[in-house]
C-alpha cells in the first residue's frame, strides 16, 4: 500500500480511460454497485479565500448591510432566503432544489488552527495538511486517511489537476491526472480521434468532454466555451472516475480572493461552485449519489467589514458546504458567534466556533469507518474528534 509510487495517467491514457468508461458496457466488465464499499468523497479546495459571508449571507443580523453597503444583498433584491436568517447568494440559486430536498447543508464559522496570520500559501498548507501548525505536516491529511480506510488499495483515490494536489500527497498510493503529464497528443492525433469517433454519440461525447477539461487546466477559459462549463467538465470527469473503481476525488476551484469590486467578482466563482455540485451530482446518477459526501472549503474566511475598494480582506472564520444523498441538510451547521464588535476576532474577523478538520473527520468517519485513534493522531493531529462530534448528525 505504501509504496511510494505516484501512478500519471497520460492525456493519451486519459483519454482512452474516458472512452473505454463510455463503451464500459461492451470493454469493462466491473459492475461497482457488486463491490464491497460503495461511499464516495470529494473534496473541492476553494482557493483564495472564499468570502462565506457573501455565499451565506447573515442578512437577519441587524447591522450586516451597514457594514457591507456595497455587497450585502437581502431577500428583497435577490438573496435567496434559507431560513429567515441566512440567505443565499444569487448567483448559487441553483442550489436551493438541494437545500429544500435536504442534500445541502452549510456550516458557517469555521477554521483551520490558522490563526492571527493571512497567508494564502500557509493558509491552504493548514487547510490541506491538516496539521495544528503551518508545515507540520509534508503529506496531506486525504491521502494519510488512505493508509486507514480498509480496502483503500483496490479504491483509489484521483486527484484531478494539473499536479498532485498537498491534500492528496503522500506515502500512499494515488492516480493523478494532470493536463500537462506524460504524452501530449499532435492536433493531427486529435483531428484523427474526432473523426474516427464522429459516428458514435458515446466515444465523441467521452472525447470532446477530456478535450474541454484537458484546455481548461491549461488556458483557463477554452475558446467559445461558456462560463462555467470548465468547472462542470472537470466535476464531470471526477463523478466518471468515482464511477469506476475510485472512491475518493479532489480539486480545486480558483478565483476567491476578492479585494476588489468583490459584488462584480464574487458571482463567478459562487457559480463555479454551484456548477461543480449539480454536474457530481447529474453524472453520479441517483444511486451513486445517495452515498456520496461533497465537502467544499477553504483556507480562511475574509473580513467582516468591506474595505474601501469594494471588496474584503483576509480573515479568519469561515464557510464549509456539505452536499450529497447522504448529508441531512438544509441547515446553516456551526455555532453564529453573531457580528457585533465585541464577538469579532480580532475587530475584523468572524469569529471561528469549530474546527474545519472535525468536519472532514467526520465525513472520513461516516463514509468509511476511519477510527477516531487514527483521526486524531495520523490524520489530524491534535484533533479532539470523537463520536459524539456534532458533525456526524450532519
Not at 77 to 83: F, K
Not at 246 to 268: C, E, L, M
Not at 276 to 301: N, S, Y
Not at 362 to 382: C, H, T
Request: charged content about 20%; hydrophobic content about 45%; overall charge negative.
Amino acid at each position: 500500500m505504501a509504496d511510494n509510487m505516484a501512478f500519471s495517467l497520460s492525456r493519451r491514457g486519459f483519454l482512452a480511460s474516458a472512452c473505454c468508461l463510455a463503451a464500459a458496457p461492451i470493454f469493462t466488465p466491473v459492475t461497482f454497485a457488486a463491490m464491497p464499499g460503495d461511499n464516495r468523497f470529494v473534496t473541492i479546495v476553494l482557493r483564495g479565500a472564499m468570502d462565506g459571508l457573501d455565499l451565506v449571507q447573515p442578512y437577519g443580523e441587524a447591522s450586516f448591510a451597514g457594514l457591507r453597503p456595497d455587497i450585502a444583498i437581502s431577500p428583497d433584491n435577490g438573496l435567496v432566503d434559507l431560513d429567515g436568517f441566512f440567505g443565499l447568494h444569487p448567483a448559487a440559486a441553483d442550489l436551493l432544489p438541494q437545500w429544500k430536498a435536504r442534500e445541502l447543508a452549510f456550516v458557517h464559522a469555521v477554521s483551520t488552527p490558522y490563526r492571527d496570520a493571512r497567508s494564502h500559501f500557509d493558509g491552504q498548507d493548514m487547510l490541506e495538511s491538516g496539521g495544528g501548525h503551518v508545515a507540520e505536516e509534508k503529506t496531506g491529511w486525504l491521502n494519510r486517511a488512505l493508509g486507514s480506510i480498509a480496502r483503500s488499495t483496490a479504491h483509489k483515490a484521483i486527484d484531478i489537476n494539473t499536479s498532485t494536489e498537498l491534500i492528496l500527497s503522500g506515502p500512499n498510493t494515488v492516480d493523478v491526472w494532470a493536463s500537462d503529464s506524460g504524452l501530449g497528443m499532435g492536433a493531427d492525433e486529435m483531428q484523427f480521434l474526432t473523426r474516427l469517433y464522429a459516428n458514435d454519440p458515446a466515444f465523441a461525447k467521452a472525447m470532446d468532454e477530456a478535450m474541454r477539461a484537458d484546455q481548461s487546466a491549461k488556458m483557463g477559459e477554452a475558446p467559445g466555451a461558456k462560463h462555467g462549463e470548465q468547472i462542470a467538465d472537470v466535476a464531470a470527469l471526477a463523478a466518471r472516475m468515482l464511477l469506476r473503481e475510485y472512491r475518493i476525488a479532489s480539486f480545486s476551484i480558483n478565483g476567491w480572493d476578492t479585494h476588489v469590486q468583490q459584488a462584480a467578482q464574487f458571482p463567478k466563482a459562487a457559480g463555479d461552485l454551484t456548477q461543480a455540485v449539480l454536474t457530481l451530482k447529474r453524472t453520479l446518477g441517483p444511486d451513486a449519489w445517495k452515498t456520496t459526501v461533497v465537502l467544499a472549503m477553504t483556507e480562511f474566511g475574509r473580513t467582516v467589514r468591506q474595505n474601501g475598494s469594494g471588496g474584503t480582506d483576509h480573515g479568519t472564520g469561515g464557510c464549509c458546504l456539505l452536499a450529497g444523498g447522504t448529508i441531512n441538510g438544509g441547515r446553516v451547521l456551526g455555532k453564529w458567534p453573531g457580528i457585533k464588535d465585541e464577538h469579532l476576532f480580532e475587530n475584523r474577523d468572524l469569529m471561528p466556533t469549530a474546527d474545519v478538520r472535525e468536519i472532514a473527520a467526520a465525513m472520513l468517519y461516516r463514509q468509511f469507518g476511519v477510527g477516531a485513534d487514527d483521526l486524531n493522531s495520523k490524520i489530524f493531529p491534535g484533533l479532539s474528534f470523537d463520536k459524539s462530534s456534532q458533525f456526524l448528525k450532519v
